[in-house]
C-alpha cells in the first residue's frame, strides 16, 4: 500500500511541476507582449514573429534533455543515496583524510549525483 501511495505522490507532484512550469512561461508571454505593444508597436509585431521559433526551441531541449530515461522513483532514491553520502562524509571527515579516502568518496558521490 505504502508503494501505491508514494508512486502516486511522485506523479501528481510531476505533474503540478510541468503544469506550473508551462502557465509560468504562458503568463511571462503574455505579459512581455502586452509591455512591448505598450512600447512600441513595431518590435511587438517583430518580436511575435520569433515565438514560434522559441517555442519548437522549447520542445526540442524537453524532447531530447528533459527525459533521462530513469523513473522519477529512481531519481529519487539516487537522490537520496547521493545526500546520504554526502552526509556521511562529512560526519566522518576525519576517518577518510586520515584513510585518504577522498578520491573514492568525491567518485561515488559523482556516480550516484550523476545519474539524475
Known sequence: MYKVVHRCSNNKGALEEGFVGILESSATIVAGL???FAA???LAMLTLI???LILICGWIQVKYNGDTGTS???????QEEAGQIAKDAIENIGTIVSLCAE???MQLFSN?????
Open 72 to 78: 522519477s522513483e529512481t531519481k529519487h532514491k539516487l
Open 50 to 52: 520569433f515565438i514560434p
Open 34 to 36: 502586452v509591455v512591448a
Open 40 to 42: 512600441n508597436w513595431e
Open 103 to 105: 578520491n573514492q568518496v
Open 112 to 116: 550516484k549525483s550523476q545519474c539524475y
